[in-house]
């Protein structure tokens, strides 16, 4: 005699996570430019002279005055002026 087997329902376990990496290469240029400039500088002195001179003049300025034929009275004077702390002379003596 022949019996069927016993069938149990069956054990499932969790889900094995396997992970298969596959690789693609991507090239991205980094352009960094540099630029020298060269600057050439040319300065101006510009120097500034006030040579200066000097001279010297004297002015001198007359006048002419018409007062007719004779002078008007009491213009004209009656002694010699004497000036002031002079000395005074001696006076000659006359016999009339």
């Known amino acids: 005699m ?8 069956p054990i499932v376990y969790p889900t094995k996570c396997c992970v298969q990496n596959t690789y693609q290469k991507t090239i991205v ?7 020298t400039q060269n ?10 002279y006030y040579p200066h001179t000097e001279s010297f003049a ?4 007359s006048q002419h005055f018409n007062c007719g034929a004779t002078p008007p ?6 002694a010699a002026p004497v000036p002031p702390n002079a000395p005074i002379a001696p006076t000659p003596y006359f016999e009339s």
């Open 29 to 35: 240029p980094h352009i960094h430019p540099t630029h």
């Open 2 to 9: 022949h019996f069927r087997p016993n069938v149990l329902p």
């Open 73 to 78: 009275a009491g213009m004209l004077p009656t």
């Open 39 to 48: 600057v050439n500088h040319h300065k101006y002195d510009h120097l500034h």
């Open 58 to 61: 004297n002015e001198v300025a």
